[in-house]
């Protein structure tokens, strides 16, 4: 992150340059050389604007390094096939959500750099997207109600979403879902959610579910 920092504050700084001489040579009626260094300035600002929202969007996700826990989520039973799930995320306040069904999935996005970009020494970054019920039996699926839940604001500037729009201009960056299997609910269950480079995994914490995750493969 430091040199993307340096590139970016390095290019505002010759933008201002570019900006300062090309005024100059329109005192002194050099037009030429003003079309020069007006024509580097809009490169320069253009290239550190690029850097700036790159930075930013950067700064929104969160560091992947490794294998790390994201999120804890516990269940309670509101109806025969509706639950309240509390989301509970290191730093943050605990989130409820309503989820009808009797699975639930959490999705995450995911960015990798690949060359060029390597050379900026940046970590892959996550962000946490959404969070969804769903029902195992295909035709309830088709006809009852989906609930998806949406977990995180859309960042000003999305480093993800332009990759994933643009791929051919962004040709460093990989963005990706990382997705959870669905898992099943059940009353009182605690997974916790870990994330690797490419994929969720939910493991069952207390005994709720792990019974929910044997009786599910049972059947």
Known sequence: MEILVTASLIFAFLTFFFLFRMLGCIRRRR???????CLSCVVSAALAGAGGMMLL???SYDRLIEEQLVSR???RRTSAEEFQARLMIQGSDDQFFTLRGNEWQMDARIVTWKPPLTVLGLDPIYQLDRLSGRYSDIGREQSEVRTVHALA???PADIWQFARRFPRLMAGI???YGTATFVPMADGALFEVSLSRDALIARPANAHARDAIGSWYEN
């Open 174 to 176: 990989d963005a990706h």
């Open 153 to 155: 604001a859309a960042p």
């Open 57 to 59: 969007s950067y700064l």
């Open 31 to 37: 037009i030429v050389r003003a079309g020069g260094s």
């Open 73 to 75: 989520i516990e269940f």
